[in-house]
């Protein structure tokens, strides 16, 4: 399974142009194929919701697994969750890649 959610250019004002799209579902499925199978793929639209203290955290740790947090990326993280919520609510759409095959 592979997410993309639309996070706009946080991630490039955060520095980590690079890590958009941290799994590697393309190297899946040509081993799936390299095996002789083949397999079926269906995108998904969903979205992800979590409260704003929790989207804030999210970031942030996901941001300390490349480098130090410093005070300018925790005002950014916080001005992007904020923009993308509602009521308490951060949200942002995007798709999920689900893939199955037969053996």
Not at 29 to 40: A, E, F, H, T, V
């Amino acid at each position: 399974m592979n997410l993309s959610y639309d996070f706009g250019d946080i991630y490039e004002k955060l520095g980590l142009e690079n890590c958009r799209n941290p799994s590697d579902f393309t190297c899946l499925i040509n081993i799936i194929r390299s095996l002789g199978w083949s397999p079926n793929v269906e995108m998904i639209n969903t979205v992800m919701r979590r409260s704003v203290s929790s989207g804030i955290r999210t970031w942030e740790l996901f941001l300390s697994k490349y480098r130090e947090v410093t005070q300018k990326d925790k005002e950014i993280i916080r001005r992007h969750v904020l923009s993308n919520s509602e009521g308490g609510i951060y949200e942002v759409g995007g798709n999920m890649t689900v893939m199955w095959w037969e053996v």
